[in-house]
Each structure stands twice: as C-alpha cells, then as structure tokens.
C-alpha cells in the first residue's frame, strides 16, 4: 500500500522546510528537534484533572517520573509509561500528549518514567531504571493512589522496547503481575541487518535511524543478543501479561513488532496486534496531524480499559483499530 495521503503531506512539508534528519545533527539538536516536532505534532493539549512531577529512587540516583491522573479519589488503575526516542531522545515531556489522551480515553492514571539516555548511559542503563521504578511504583502503590491489581507498563518505539524487557524482568521477579503491555511499534530485535534494506528515505525514520540509535545504545555489539535488548530472542515469552501491539505499515520496526506479537501469541499470552496501513513510525504520538494516530490512542484507550476492567471484554480495542487485525 502507498504512503497515506497525510503522510505525503507531512513528508512534502518537512521536504519544504528542509527538515534535517536527527542522525545527521548534535545530541543537543536531535533532542530539541525531536520534542519540538512531538509538540507540533500533538495536537491541542488535553486537560487533565492533575499533573504531579516527582521522583522515584534509581539504581544511579533520582529517577524522574510524571503523573497524569483523571477526576477521582483512591486508588486507580495505572499505566507505568515509557517515552520513545531511540533510548537517546526523550524525556517525560516527549509523552505528555499521549499520556493526557490515555487518561481522558481510558479513565485511568499514567506514571511517565524519566530514565538515563545514551550514550551518556548505555544498556541496560534505561532498562534498570524502568524496572526499578515499576517496582519502586508497585510497592508504594498507596503514595501513588495505584490499584496494585490493575497495573500495566507501555511505551512507543525505544518505549515499547524497554516495557517488553520490563514485562521479562517483572515475570522473573515473580512481580508485580501485570495486567497488561502496550507495545506501540516496539524495536524487538536489536541485530544489525534484521530491517528491511529499501527504508532509506531520509525524510522518514529509515534504517539509518535504526543504526543511529543502536550504536548510542549498545556499547557492545554483541549485547544485541541479550533478550533485555532485543525481546524477540528470548527462549520463552509464556507467563507474560496480555498485549496489544501496534506497528506501521512503512516502519523499518514493522516486521520485529509483528514477530514478537506472533510469538507472544505462540505462547499463549492474550495478544491483539494492529497494521496501520500508510502509516510511518511515529504516528501514534501525532494525532493532530494523522488521523490515524488518533485512532490509534483511541484503541489503546479501549484496550486499556478492557484489561483494567473499565468496561466489558467485549468493548475492546478491535472496534477503534485503523488497520486490520493481524493477531
């Protein structure tokens, strides 16, 4: 299928601005230019009922973390959320608009984690500090107003990478139990030449990028091999919580999202997984320019809600999908 016809539009704008690809600019550009182009991208900001910025302690000092949370007193529902950008970009305030929407769809709270980035902190740095706030989250779960029971971890990207090795970690600690993952366009398989050859458009995030954010990330090659860094190669996934896992059509990610889906599936996990056709990788944190990101938060509102209880089975995320069902 063809590029959608919003994404020519926003490709032939960047093409007119001479928008820089964020593999050929300074750490400090890249990161500007990323959460700049997030902003630009979300849309109008959502009110929430509150916004809290904390901290939570790491295995290298402070961690960062920002609450979002609806109308409500108690305990709520929780999703522990972790930020894209290639483990190199990003900060909580790169999720503030998905997390806004994820509060107002699904009525439940977000917990944003603010862990270290390469390569000032190479992996398992932003591993280490997400599992150990998700664990730091569920032990205090009355400070946080969390429904230990009801709690789940996600991100985008670099995110739904780190909450996949979470999901690991969490199921060989024996906790806490996850109701859940969220897994938008996750890097699953971190080997080099695993990516399709022909994405190479610089306009677009393309093989190139992959490689950028890989050699940041890794200060080995070979911990490409390690399942906390590539998902898709740990022996066994029985055990792990119910997923939804989202991709783009014209992502070099794509196929490693849609594996890792087949596998959890293979595995007995509870596994919804969704293709959206035209879309680009990025698209799910842009729904005031594509449609399609908007239809995407809405179905990880509605599979939220489904697995936290918030509304019945039946209502799930199928019936917001933008994209055929393929899992």
Partial sequence: MTLDPQVVAWRAARAAAGTAPLYTQTLAEARAADLAAIRAGTGAVEPVEEVRDMQVPGPDGPLPVRIHRPAGDGRLPTLVYFFGGGWTLGSVDTADGICRRLVNLAGCQTVTVGYRLAPEHRFPAAVDDCHAALRWLAGHADEFRIDPDRLAVGGDSAGGNLAAAVTLLARAD??????????????????????????????????????????????????????????????????????????????PLRD?????????????????????????????????????GRR?????????RARFGLTPAGAAAGTAAGGPDRG
């Fill in 174 to 251: 024996g906790g806490p139990r996850l109701a859940a993952q969220l897994l938008v366009y996750p890097n699953t398989d971190q080997r080099p030449g695993r990516g399709p050859t022909g994405a190479e458009d610089p306009l677009l995030f393309n093989r190139h990028s992959v490689e950028w954010y890989r050699r940041h990330y890794l200060a080995d090659p070979g911990d490409a091999a390690h399942p906390l860094a590539s998902p898709l190669l740990a022996e066994d996934l029985a055990g792990l919580p119910p997923a939804l896992v989202i991709t783009a059509e014209h992502d």
């Fill in 256 to 292: 490693e999202g849609e594996r890792y889906a087949e596998r959890l599936a293979e595995a007995d996990v509870p596994t919804e997984a969704t293709r959206y056709d035209g879309m680009v990788h990025g698209f799910f944190a842009m729904p005031g320019v594509f449609d399609a």
């Fill in 296 to 304: 995407a938060q809405e179905q990880a509102a509605a599979f939220l």
